[in-house]
């Protein structure tokens, strides 16, 4: 199955909603054939455990592949008014200056790409206009957030094998507890966590605002993408925009933490099939992660106690990737080793 470039990014909410029903679907066929190989590989059945489940959902995207080589890394970066209420254990201007250390080459991800031999990009959204204050007004405009999710529509590189997200944004694991709280419900404190590390006081101010973000937007949470607009960030938009394309363009992601994971529960719940090419690359220590990867019906590949963003727990699960595919495409099946398949 060779590329196809996708369309223009959308030019509304509309189109979202279009390019969220009508997409691509996996392979059906090179579901099949992997399947095949990996029941005539030197192993006994099963013996690889996930391993095996993850090729084959690899080569449904990817047929024409074989080792995962091209891996983008793109982290998005945005500011949010909500920072000013005191949700965050760090002030807003982090947010440039982490974006300064990613460029510099000096973060964890920068590590971790060059790790599995990948390239980073970084994309920060108007860093000097913050959303709005979500308590008081949405978030965003409605072109502002059909901006945003065309500015992750065109970051991917179509050409890639792999593709890993992540975010920086001080204040977004505000946005996204106010993301999951709108589309599923429930109680405010099933949705809250610590983020970057906030005592006490900081939990209680990040119910508080959830709650009255809750209410000052009521009237446009009936639309997932409305909940984005009004409760989410540019950065959050982004990464929305960029799974979508991803999907368009046959391209499998392996999602981060708790705030690309948000980004991607609004394309679920436009269309419950939109997360197929994806895979959860760990579980976050937010405590909300696991709640909300339950709800999107994923099993993350890691559990490290991990919650740094930047695409992180994503770059180290894209090791196991890389190994379930270095085994099922180098691996001899028992024809071509003279082994065997089963004693006399």
């Not at 891996?71 to 008014?81: E, K, L, R, S």
């Not at 994503?314 to 082994?339: N, P």
Request: hydrophobic share 45%; aromatic share 4%; with cysteine.
């Amino acid at each position: 199955m060779g590329m196809t470039r996708i369309q223009r990014p959308p030019a509304s909410l509309a189109e979202v909603h279009e390019r969220c029903r009508n997409k691509p679907s996996a392979d059906i066929g090179a579901a099949r054939r992997a399947g095949e190989r990996n029941t005539a590989l030197t192993k006994p059945p099963g013996s690889l455990g996930r391993l095996e489940d993850l090729a084959i959902w690899y080569r449904s995207w990817h047929p024409d592949r074989r080792r995962i080589e091209k891996i983008q890394t793109v982290i998005f970066a945005g500011n949010h008014g909500i920072a000013a209420r005191g949700v965050s254990a760090y002030p807003a201007d982090v947010t440039a200056q982490m974006v300064a250390n990613f460029d510099a080459g000096g973060a964890a991800i920068n590590q971790l790409v060059a790790m599995i031999g990948g390239t980073l990009n970084v994309v920060p959204l108007q860093l000097e206009t913050p959303t709005n204050d979500f308590s008081e007004a949405p978030a965003m405009s409605v072109e502002e957030t059909v901006a945003a999710f065309g500015v992750g529509w065109s970051s991917i590189d179509q050409a890639a094998d792999l593709l890993i997200l992540g975010e920086m944004g001080i204040g977004n694991t505000t946005s996204a507890a106010a993301i999951c709280y709108g589309l599923f419900g429930g109680a405010v404190d099933d949705w809250i966590g610590q983020g970057t590390g906030v005592d006490q006081g900081g939990l209680d101010r990040k119910r508080t605002l959830l709650e009255a973000a809750l209410q000052c937007n009521e009237s446009s949470l009936t639309d997932p993408l409305g909940v984005l607009q009004c409760l989410g960030g540019r950065e959050v938009a982004a990464l929305s925009g960029a799974l979508c394309a991803a999907r368009h363009a046959s391209l499998p992601v392996v999602l981060d933490g708790y705030i690309v994971t948000a980004a991607a529960a609004v394309l679920y719940c436009c269309a419950e099939d939109m997360l197929d090419h994806t895979v959860a690359g760990h579980l976050s220590s937010e405590q909300a992660h696991r709640r909300l990867l339950d709800r999107l019906k994923l099993n993350p590949l890691l559990d490290l106690a991990m919650r740094l963003g930047e695409g992180s727990g994503a770059a180290v699960a894209a090791q196991i990737l890389k190994s379930a595919m270095a085994c099922h495409d180098g691996m001899a099946t028992f024809g071509e080793a003279g082994v065997s398949e089963s004693g006399p």
